[in-house]
């Protein structure tokens, strides 16, 4: 298998916005080819990753539209959908496409656009990504989904409602620096702790917003990518998917495959949890996060909210999480955040990252998680 | 296959006869809810309908405050993932219960429930 490297990067701000997914996408994929400083034509293949589009803007074919609107009709499309992990997925198989030989130079990534809805239209769309026989008429939302981890999690550990309002605050806290984030404002630990319930013991402060937003990677072959100065390997990505239904979860405090899946992406990079300098994770809840860096081998189970309570995971902190403000802060367009956690990466390893730079990171992890916990995709990277 | 399948509708048309149905591994002894074409123990296709009582206790629960379009009249509500005593959990949605009497390990009972047509799972007191 041949290496495969990013050799571009480039993410809209996300927010609410005017424009539609494939508008927003086809500024984030410009972006990026800009910044591999190719030509557009040198794209030999699109991975296109939107999830609700049919629910609200009534667009479905939206790959070949972005494609269209980017000034690249010709170019073949895919378009993937695994809920929130959608555009992390649509990378791991343009990434294999590569490695395979098949094609030298792809564009991927994804956008979505949701604040076009009203919130309970959003939550519904949302719990589609829930089983439809027994899960959706029970009236579960995704803030339910994790509630039930984060109440297991906290009668197995001891976890605390204000263990998961350090994370909150400490994403708000990076998100501030980025100024492509959603939320770009510090909040407190009062802020969370006083905040309104949404499915206890989450508070509305422990979510992550609708968001409207795009994100775009270039991905090249070794060959392309040596004449690349700034270019950041893919050491590995793997995918691992466990029972979509919420009653068949053998244990509700952890998500096995985030954990099947970072050992199989160690396992190909060579890599440990110890030589990871800076990460990107799912924090669409402030209990994922939590529960995330312990399945990705960096903290004891058990211990995820010690770790926030501590700052550990902060800037300056051992293990940087989320310094782009994370999904909480930065803010979560579905089809968009693998992509745009991947751009963030590969922003620290070029050490671009400016104030959030977190020093000398050569290892960076990825890792998005789609549904009721069932889909996670695990990816590292690193320079020469 | 020593017997039919129990698809999706089987199942839901006895809940709302107020019956749970489980298949049993013919092979390995797992049981499971239903639909389920392989065991995911030991690979076999050898189910066997099981009813199921009904009784268990809540291993996680969640009070829903903001809920999906078409939901809206029912917060606050409670879901709970309820392990049945035959070893097999589901999801469902707490019923006569006071929100607040919650906990993890307490004993509920199935019930069926239909709001505006739709089957859920209840889970009411034992």
Redesign the interface.
Known sequence: MRRVAVIGVGVTKFGKHDRTSAELFAEAAADAITDAGIAPRAIQALYFGNVTGGETERQLHMAPLAATLLGLPTVPTTRFENACATSHVAFRHAVMEIASGVSDVILVGGAERVLNV????A??FF?YCSDA?????????F??VF???A??HM?KYGTTEEQMAHVAVKNHRHGKLNPKAQFQKEITLDTVLKS???????KLFDCCPFTDGGAAIVLASEEVARKHRRAVWVLGTHAATDTM?????RD?SRVTATERAAQGAYRQAGKTPADVNVVELHDCFTIAEIVATEGLGFFEPGTGGLAAEKGWTSLGGKLPVNPSGGLKAKGHPIGATGAAQIAEIVTQLRGEAGPRQVDGASTGLTHTLGGNTATVVVSLFGRD | MTERAVH?QDF?AEARAGRLTGIRCGHCGALA?PPKEFCESCQQREWQTVPLGGAGTI??????????????G?VP?G?A?VRLEEGV?????IVDIPLDALK?GRPVCFRPLE?SG????GFGPA
């Open positions: 009203p919130t309970e239209s939550t519904e719990a026989s027994l899960e959706q008429p029970a009236g579960l939302t803030p339910g509630a039930l981890i109440r297991a009668d309104a319930y949404v499915a206890d013991p989450l239904f919420v009653h068949e979860k509700l | 999706l839901l809810i291993v996680s629960y969640t009070v829903i405050r903001v809920a999906p379009r078409g939901h809206g029912e509500y879901v993932v959990s589901l999801l469902g949605r993890s709001i739709q089957l859920l799972i």
